[in-house]
């Protein structure tokens, strides 16, 4: 069976720091792979998403920016964290365009 | 732009009563719609898939219909539990798209014991 995992559960993050939060996918090849942030009182917004290696689509210009180094691993970064990247950032994966299964998400608060 | 609005935001009932959930969509050309069920601080958990042909789909004590012509979606609850207690969200994944799946807001159910 597939099962997605995400570190760190949680993280706590002053103002210009930069991030790296990861993403890894086990029990499928080749997924697509998401970014997703729900920020308080916003729905989810689809942030990054990738059809394979190296391959990253953007949504949303901001101050973030995604990888994926290798088929099952999906990483979020940035070089200098805003007090708006703060949010809950959630990972999902899907076999193409069918049903998106998600990982337990990060709680970032930038302070 | 499309545009995934569900009413109402929240929802208190007592256990045992039958509840729908509602999602509307201003786009019908939608190539699938998706519930899910969110814990507090917790990822989300895929509930029923809706292909854009398809009418509805069931599991359990859940049944998710799709009319795309008016675009609406319901997810029924049947004999609420406590356990049923979590934010309900709708999602509509765009006609051709690889990746965009557009969120409502949720509709928050709580089923008191």
């Known amino acids: 069976s597939q099962t997605i995992h995400q570190w760190p559960a949680t993280l706590v993050q002053p103002v210009g720091s930069p991030l790296s939060l990861e993403c890894t996918v086990e029990g499928t090849s080749n997924p697509n792979l998401y970014w997703y942030r729900q920020a308080a009182g916003r729905g989810l917004q689809l942030l990054f998403y990738?059809?394979?290696?190296?391959?990253i689509s953007s949504e949303v210009p901001q101050n973030l920016s995604a990888s994926r180094p290798q088929d099952r691993q999906f990483i979020l970064s940035s070089k200098k964290l805003l007090l708006s990247d703060s949010g809950f950032y959630l990972c999902a994966w899907s076999e193409g365009p069918y049903e998106q299964y998600f990982g337990p998400g990060t709680r970032l608060t930038v302070t | 732009k499309q545009e995934v609005t569900q009413i109402p935001a929240a929802l208190s009932v007592p256990e045992g009563e039958n509840l729908v959930l509602n999602c509307s969509f201003t786009d019908s050309a939608i190539y699938n719609l998706q519930w899910f069920r969110q814990d507090p601080g917790k990822g989300l958990t895929s509930l029923l898939l809706i292909q854009s042909s398809q009418r509805e789909q069931t599991s359990g004590r859940l049944n998710a219909s799709l009319d795309k012509s008016s675009g609406r979606s319901t997810l029924y609850i049947a004999a609420s539990q406590p356990g049923d207690s979590a934010t309900y969200l709708c999602a509509v994944k765009l006609g051709g798209s690889q990746g965009n799946l557009i969120f409502g807001k949720g509709t928050k159910l709580s089923v008191k014991p």
């Open positions: 990738s059809v394979g290696i190296g391959q």
